[in-house]
Nanobody, 120 residues
């Protein structure tokens, strides 16, 4: 029905940069807010950043100034540009989207996750 596919994860050195992408596919009327979350081994899943359908963004404090969330509505894609990466950023990153398969009936959909490893 609706699929979110993340890409762009991998191994990067501390201080490096990485851009994650998440594209929505399927049949739906609209996509509202989208966001990125991450989960490290043995830890809970935490919010990284969100972006509304109108482009308003919000970040967790630890990501401000280092991460940038953006979206391309024509491509149904949300991005997470990460810079000045730290080992503590190592986690599986998930995207989430509020998708209306039917008008005014948004439901949350999750991607499968992509591994980001920050290590020298």
């Amino acid at each position: 029905q609706v699929q979110l596919v993340e890409s762009g994860g991998g191994l990067v050195q501390p201080g490096g940069s990485l851009r994650l992408s998440c594209a929505a596919s399927g049949r739906f009327f609209s996509i509202g807010a989208m966001g990125w979350y991450r989960q490290a081994p043995g830890k809970q899943r935490d919010l990284v950043a969100t972006i509304t359908g109108g482009g308003s963004t919000s970040y967790a404090d630890s990501m401000k100034g280092r991460f940038t969330i953006s979206r391309d509505n024509a491509k149904n894609t949300v991005y997470l540009q990460m810079s000045s990466l730290l080992p503590e950023d190592t986690a599986v990153y998930y995207c989430k989207a509020a998708v209306s398969v039917r008008p005014f009936r948004p439901e949350d959909y999750w991607g499968q996750g992509t591994q980001v490893t920050v290590s020298a």
